[in-house]
C-alpha cells in the first residue's frame, strides 16, 4: 500500500508542468524591439504566444 501511495505521488509530481516567466523578444529586419512581452506559463505555451507576435518582417523568440 505504501509503494502504491509512494508511486501516485511521483507520478503526479511529474506530470505537472513547470511555469515560469519567459521574455519575448521581437527583432524587426534584425533590430532588437525596445519592448519585450512577458509570458507566465510552461516553456511551449510561452513559445506559441512569442510566435503568434511575429509579422512580415518581425521574428519573435523566447528568452
Known amino acids: 500500500m505504501k509503494k502504491a501511495i509512494l508511486s501516485l505521488i511521483v507520478v503526479a509530481a511529474l506530470s505537472t508542468s ?36 511575429q509579422t512580415s518582417g518581425v521574428t519573435c523568440a523566447i528568452q
Open 18 to 53: 513547470c511555469k515560469k516567466d519567459y521574455n519575448c523578444v521581437c527583432t524587426l529586419n534584425g533590430t532588437t524591439s525596445s519592448t519585450s512581452t512577458t509570458v507566465n506559463g510552461t516553456k511551449s505555451s510561452a513559445q506559441a504566444s512569442c510566435n503568434a507576435l
